[in-house]
């Protein structure tokens, strides 16, 4: 029942951006008690994390690589949340997934992904 729902990915030129969107339904506990997170996966590479917003007090936490460049942010009225990526490069091509974590425990739902393309 519970869905993550992923959109706003495409192709961009390098430097340009694109805001993902993610939104959640059927979740067992209300969106606000979720951690939320981005991961992205580039063909034949290991899924990776990219940024999470805490459910406790909406603080962001951003892997290395995207730091400055990717912002996460969350709206729990409409059970949404985004990523806004800046600067892109073609590195960043990848599926970006959204992911849900209860209390901020484990992810254990996760959505479909969109894809995320970047020329050079």
């Known amino acids: 029942q519970v869905q993550l729902v992923e959109s706003g990915g495409g192709l961009v030129q390098t430097g340009g951006s694109l805001r993902l969107s993610c939104v959640a339904s059927g979740l067992p506990f209300p969106f606000s008690a979720y951690t939320m997170a981005w991961f992205r996966q580039a063909p034949r590479k290991d899924r990776e994390f990219v940024v999470s917003?805490?459910?406790?007090?909406?603080?962001?936490n951003t892997g290395d690589s995207m730091k400055d460049r990717f912002t996460i942010s969350r709206d729990n009225a409409e059970n949404a949340v985004y990523l806004q990526m800046n600067e892109l490069k073609p590195e960043d091509t990848a599926v970006y997934y959204c992911a849900a974590a209860y209390l901020g425990s484990t992810f254990d739902d996760w959505g479909q992904g969109t894809q995320v393309t970047v020329s050079s």
């Open positions: 917003i805490s459910w406790r007090d909406s603080l962001a």
